[in-house]
């Protein structure tokens, strides 16, 4: 199959695509020629739709994606500077949740939109798994609070315990210290023999964190059952992913209790420059 087509007609022979892949598996013969593929560049193409989307004019097509199906960028829909700045600061990790359940369109949405964070050699690797059955998610907090209490017991001088035990102590007073009363936990997990699993589900995770403040829902990461899922066989089982897969990353989800009307201080940025 034909790895893409130039519509000779819009082509203006401008090597823009040329200069964009980022697989070098595109190239103009001579200074009025078309782009054509490099030799033995089929393969090598990863699919990332930069020729097509980077053409003004609309001329380049990859088999699998043509330029009338991505969205045209809409300046008038682009945030300030100023605006990108304030939402990014304004998102705060949710500690208390309504009961109310989100729709799965809702949750869809926010999924959908992590699927456009970056992946290594854009492979794209991240499953979801979203758990929103009661029984299970009150059975993944049990499974971690087992956890905690095992690594309570087994290393009772480490420094780390010290914050399990508080997680041990609050869920014994009768409160969720794991998932905070969240409705839904997402699971973001991948091939584990993927090199860039870890960070492309990680990457994913903070898009779809930032999608879910950008419409009005509460997120926190939940990194007790991470790494419980990582470090706890019960736990890893009760997960039921695919044997090949591993989690990388979880956060709970539903509607906030309550708003945060300001920001909070943050350290200043430590930096060396060179
Ligand atoms: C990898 C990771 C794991 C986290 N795990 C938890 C967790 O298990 N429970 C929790 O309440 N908050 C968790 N957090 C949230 C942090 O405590 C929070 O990001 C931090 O206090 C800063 O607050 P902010 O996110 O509102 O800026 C986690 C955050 C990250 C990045």
Same mark, same amino acid.
């Given at each position: /199959?034909?790895?893409?087509?130039?519509?000779?007609?819009?082509?203006?022979?401008?090597?823009?695509?040329?200069?964009?892949?980022?697989?070098?598996? %595109?190239? %103009?013969?001579?200074?009025?020629?078309?782009?054509?593929?490099?030799?033995?560049?089929?393969?090598?193409?990863?699919?990332?739709?930069?020729?097509?989307?980077?053409?003004?004019?609309? $001329?380049?097509?990859?088999?699998?994606?043509?330029?009338?199906?991505?969205?045209?960028? /809409?300046?008038?829909?682009?945030?300030?500077?100023?605006?990108?700045?304030?939402?990014?600061?304004? &998102?705060?990790?949710?500690?208390?949740?309504?009961?109310? &359940?989100? $729709?799965?369109?809702?949750?869809?949405?926010? %999924?959908?939109?992590?699927?456009?964070?970056?992946?290594?050699?854009?492979?794209?690797?991240?499953?979801?798994?979203? #758990?929103?059955?009661?029984?299970?998610?009150?059975?993944?907090?049990?499974?971690?609070?087992?956890?905690? &209490?095992?690594?309570?017991?087994?290393?009772?001088?480490?420094?780390?315990?010290?914050?399990?035990?508080?997680?041990?102590?609050?869920?014994?007073?009768?409160?969720? *210290?794991?998932?905070?009363?969240?409705?839904?936990?997402?699971?973001?997990?991948?091939?584990?023999?993927?090199?860039?699993?870890?960070? =492309?589900?990680? #990457?994913?995770?903070?898009?779809?964190?930032?999608?879910?403040?950008?419409?009005?829902?509460? $997120?926190?990461?939940?990194?007790?059952?991470?790494?419980?899922?990582?470090?706890?066989?019960?736990?890893?089982?009760?997960?039921?992913?695919? *044997?090949?897969?591993?989690?990388?990353?979880? /956060?709970?989800?539903?509607?906030?209790?309550?708003?945060?009307? &300001? %920001?909070?201080?943050?350290? =200043?940025?430590?930096?060396?420059?060179?």
């Amino acid at each position: /199959m034909r790895l893409f087509t130039v519509d000779g007609s819009k082509c203006k022979g401008d090597g823009i695509c040329v200069v964009e892949c980022p697989m070098g598996v %595109i190239e %103009i013969k001579q200074s009025d020629a078309f782009p054509s593929v490099t030799e033995n560049g089929e393969g090598l193409c990863i699919n990332c739709g930069h020729c097509v989307t980077v053409c003004p004019h609309g $001329a380049f097509s990859l088999t699998t994606m043509k330029p009338e199906d991505c969205t045209l960028v /809409m300046e008038e829909k682009l945030p300030s500077a100023a605006q990108v700045e304030h939402f990014l600061k304004s &998102r705060r990790s949710a500690r208390a949740y309504k009961e109310e &359940r989100v $729709a799965r369109d809702v949750l869809t949405k926010v %999924i959908e939109i992590a699927a456009y964070s970056p992946s290594g050699h854009n492979d794209q690797p991240v499953h979801w798994t979203v #758990i929103e059955s009661s029984e299970e998610l009150h059975r993944l907090r049990v499974l971690t609070i087992d956890w905690m &209490r095992s690594i309570v017991e087994a290393m009772p001088d480490s420094e780390f315990t010290l914050t399990l035990e508080r997680f041990v102590e609050s869920w014994e007073l009768g409160r969720d *210290s794991v998932l905070r009363g969240a409705p839904h936990l997402i699971i973001a997990h991948a091939n584990k023999s993927v090199i860039t699993s870890p960070v =492309d589900c990680t #990457i994913a995770l903070s898009y779809l964190e930032l999608a879910a403040h950008s419409m009005g829902l509460a $997120a926190c990461w939940a990194g007790a059952i991470q790494t419980a899922a990582g470090l706890y066989p019960p736990m890893t089982e009760a997960l039921k992913l695919p *044997s090949e897969h591993q989690s990388f990353g979880a /956060m709970m989800i539903g509607y906030p209790k309550h708003r945060f009307p &300001r %920001i909070p201080l943050r350290n =200043d940025p430590q930096v060396s420059w060179r």
